[in-house]
């Protein structure tokens, strides 16, 4: 497994889909992954660390989880099967592993929200990464703090996704 950081949640131009972009940590492959608008925001949610007055659904995954005592060891994209990505959630409670299957958003998310690892299954990073310039954390001598723009422009860019997305657009 290649542990990744989630490096930046976009809109695909061309499909006006979000996008997430999880990086290798010790190299330069990026795995490109389509998700949906509600997904897309609950991870700016934990990327911002906005706290909403009642748990929202990733919030209240990891209460559970907790309240069973067990806890998220690793959230695992393991697979690309017909055009789609599969995850996994690695959990230990006790000295048992159980793993529970996921959509990567939900992965991310909730691995976001307490701290967990998030790895790729080697084959796939190797048939499906990219090597990418991000250019996100360039200008580090800026005596801007460069990672409070990219957040704010993250979040700008969902906001006006959710604003100009149809219902009917979830049917195509």
């Known amino acids: 497994m290649v542990e ?5 949640v976009r ?17 330069s ?3 490109p992954i389509f998700i949906g608008a509600p997904e897309a925001a609950a991870i700016a949610y934990a990327l911002q660390g906005v706290k909403a007055p009642r748990p929202m659904s990733h919030d209240l995954l990891g209460n559970v989880i907790v309240a069973l005592g067990a ?3 690793a959230a695992e994209i393991t697979e690309l099967r017909d055009n789609t990505f599969y995850a996994n959630l690695r959990l230990l409670r006790d000295r048992d592993e159980i793993n529970v299957s996921a959509r990567p958003s939900d992965a991310v998310a909730l691995a976001l929200r307490v701290g967990a690892p998030i790895l790729v299954n080697d084959e796939l ?8 310039e991000l250019d996100l954390d360039d200008d580090e001598d800026d005596e801007d703090d460069t990672d409070a723009p990219n957040e704010a422009d993250l979040v700008a860019e969902l906001r006006e996704f959710l604003d ?3 219902p009917e657009d979830f049917g195509q």
């Not at 990744?4 to 930046?8: E, I, N, P, S, T």
């Not at 990073?125 to 990418?132: I, Q, S, T």
């Open 11 to 27: 809109v695909d131009v061309g499909s006006s889909t979000p996008l997430l972009l999880l990086e290798e940590v010790t190299g």
């Open 125 to 132: 990073m190797a048939a499906e990464g990219r090597v990418m």
């Open 164 to 166: 100009t997305i149809r």
């Open 4 to 8: 990744v950081v989630l490096r930046a």
């Open 29 to 31: 492959r990026v795995l």
């Open 71 to 73: 806890q998220l060891f």
